[in-house]
């Protein structure tokens, strides 16, 4: 497992900092090369996601902080989004489209950011946080070399 480079990221979470996440990815994802334009914007949006997810439901009204890291390992791209607020009670509900704990909401975010990854692992415990793990290849090496190893959960 070789990893060719990695960033931590950490910063208050308010929504004036989904911007600056998405773009950050997407900046770093572009090193890796082979990612099309349409995927550079799939990352920006799945990151979007993941960040929004943690400000809206992980702390809702209270403040906290958003920790991201990121990695290139063996030809693809790992996120990793993590908050340190309430939790998600039942991850596998949670992952059903159109299912919300917010009625003012659609309920989409993480359907849509597993239609847009590869793999995407989803760690929570109430009352402790939740991590999405977020991996991704670029298109052209989809289908070579693939590996089932995680790189940057020792970032």
């Not at 480079?5 to 308010?14: G, H, R, V, Y």
């Not at 996440?21 to 995927?39: K, N, P």
């Not at 403040?63 to 939790?87: P, Q, Y």
Request: glycine share 10%; with cysteine.
């Amino acid at each position: 497992m070789e990893v060719r480079n990695a960033f931590k990221l950490e910063f208050p979470a308010i929504p004036e900092n989904v911007e600056f996440a998405r773009v950050t990815v997407a900046c770093f994802a572009s090193q890796l090369g082979g990612f099309t334009l349409e995927e550079l914007d799939d990352i920006r949006l799945v990151t979007s996601e993941a960040v929004s997810n943690a400000i809206i439901h992980g702390y809702g009204e209270h403040t906290g902080t958003i920790f991201i890291n990121g990695s290139i390992c063996d030809g693809a791209l790992e996120v990793i989004v993590e908050d340190r607020g309430k939790g998600i009670e039942d991850v596998e509900k949670a992952r059903q489209p159109a299912y919300t704990t917010s009625p003012d909401r659609l309920g989409m975010g993480l359907t849509i950011i597993e239609a847009l990854v590869d793999e995407l692992i989803i760690l929570s415990e109430p009352g402790n946080g939740t991590r999405l793990i977020m991996r991704k290849r670029p298109t052209h090496q989809a289908h070579e070399g693939s590996s089932t190893k995680r790189c940057g959960e020792g970032l």
